[in-house]
């Protein structure tokens, strides 16, 4: 799995990317943000009291609950705007977000513990499984530009390389 995943990935983003006239370098590269400069490693896990959280792993003002993913992160997101409004099934970049799971193409993950959550943002142990395998990854989602934006990020041994960044569906 840990070379078919990355594989996948890499094939379909050529895929779709060799569709275009024009390379779009957003639609698998984000620009440096807070998150990538915190997490250019594998995250450590945050205890509550360092981040400011309190006992459930929450901010204090934040309306998200710890087992579910926030509210602002839910809904549909393509890694190119092909991906959004595909009608034959072939959307291999759209990722579907609901409250406890994520559904890529050919896979599911599962939110399994919540390390970090607020209103737009996310970090957690997802529990994957897909085309027959299983494996675990770090996952941060971070919502940016007015919802517009997630840039996801995740961290262990199947790991996407890099940041992807994902536009909302209309």
């Not at 839910?74 to 409004?85: F, H, Q, Y």
């Amino acid at each position: 799995m840990t070379r078919t995943l990355p594989f996948l990935a890499l094939t379909a983003a050529l895929a779709l990317g060799a569709c275009s006239k024009q390379p779009d370098a957003t639609a698998t590269t984000a620009a440096p943000t807070e998150t990538e400069e915190v997490f250019q490693e594998s995250p450590a896990p945050v205890e509550a009291s360092e981040a400011g959280l309190d006992a459930g792993g929450l901010g204090a003002d934040r309306g998200a609950s710890a087992s579910e993913i926030p509210e602002t992160i839910r809904g549909r997101w393509g890694l190119v705007p092909a991906d959004c409004t595909s009608t034959k099934g072939d959307a291999k970049g759209l990722l579907e977000v609901s409250a406890d799971q994520l559904r890529f193409y050919e896979s599911v993950a599962k939110l399994g513990e919540t390390k970090e959550a607020g209103e737009s943002r996310i970090r957690g142990t997802f529990d994957y499984t897909g085309e027959g395998q299983s494996w675990t990854n770090d996952v941060v989602l971070d919502v940016q530009d007015d919802g517009k934006t997630m840039i996801r990020r995740d961290y262990g041994k199947d790991a996407m390389p890099g940041p992807l960044t994902y536009t909302r569906c209309g």
